[in-house]
């Protein structure tokens, strides 16, 4: 069925470390992937999306890997601040699928001065 | 600052009422999707509107129900409301109808149902 996982509900890093958050989604029919940042008590953000038919995708300080092989998805996020600390979701969309969006449980990233 | 703005921010009810939830997509977007999100089933996609269409449907309950509106602002109703209805509602809106438009979402309405 539908699912996206993430490995681990937290993450706690040190200011100035990279971080690198991971997914892993059951469904090889999705390709579209996307990560979104939650602050607290605020809607979902767009971070960075990547298609299937690439294995990396690069932004400002962020990138995101696909292992289709694996049906993995990881996000890394150079030189954490503490303007980073957030929930971090990825949310796949299928192939030929409407536009909706199925995200996994979330992974909270502490960043620690 | 996404651009798409939801009311009420809070709203707290009784069990078997009724209420409704507004969203204003951001400008020129025509698609609004609805998503709830909540402590045990994560943030989970309700509904999609475009142009005023349905245009998607997810695990949306029986008991809920959306419109899009001619001005493409949108509202969620959700009635007979139950303790387990208690959750952050969040709308989200993109340009068009293409897959791989971003979703931009809103500051949500948190529903507490005592």
């Known amino acids: 069925g539908e699912s996206v996982g993430l490995h681990l509900p937290t993450l706690s890093v040190q200011e100035g470390d990279n971080s690198i958050i991971n997914c892993a989604y059951s469904?090889?029919?999705?390709?579209?992937f996307i990560w979104y940042k939650q602050e607290s008590g605020k809607g979902p953000q767009f971070i960075i999306d990547?298609?299937?038919?690439?294995d990396k995708r690069q932004g400002q300080r962020v990138t995101v890997l696909l292992n289709k092989t694996v049906k993995h998805l990881s996000l890394q996020i150079a030189a954490t601040q503490p303007g980073d600390s957030a929930v971090y979701f990825c949310a796949e969309n299928m192939q030929g699928g409407s536009e909706k969006l199925v995200f996994g449980k979330g992974t909270k990233l502490t960043v620690n001065p | 600052d996404s651009g798409v703005t939801q009311t009420p921010k809070h709203l707290i009810t009784a069990t078997g009422q009724r209420v409704t939830l507004r969203c204003s997509p951001r400008s020129g977007d025509l698609s609004v999707y609805w998503y709830q999100q909540s402590l045990d089933q994560g943030l989970q996609f309700l509904i999609q509107?475009?142009?005023?269409?349905?245009?998607a449907k997810g695990n949306i309950l029986e008991r809920f129900s959306a419109q899009q509106f001619p001005d493409l602002h949108s509202e969620l109703n959700l009635s007979s409301l139950e303790l387990g209805d208690s959750a952050l509602y969040f709308c989200?809106?993109?340009?068009?109808?293409?897959?791989?438009?971003?979703?931009?979402f809103g500051p949500g309405t948190r529903l507490t149902v005592l």
């Open positions: 990547i298609r299937s038919n690439m």
């Open positions: 469904n090889s029919a999705s390709d579209y």
């Open positions: 509107y475009y142009n005023g269409e349905e245009r």
């Open positions: 989200a809106s993109s340009v068009g109808g293409r897959k791989r438009d971003t979703q931009y």
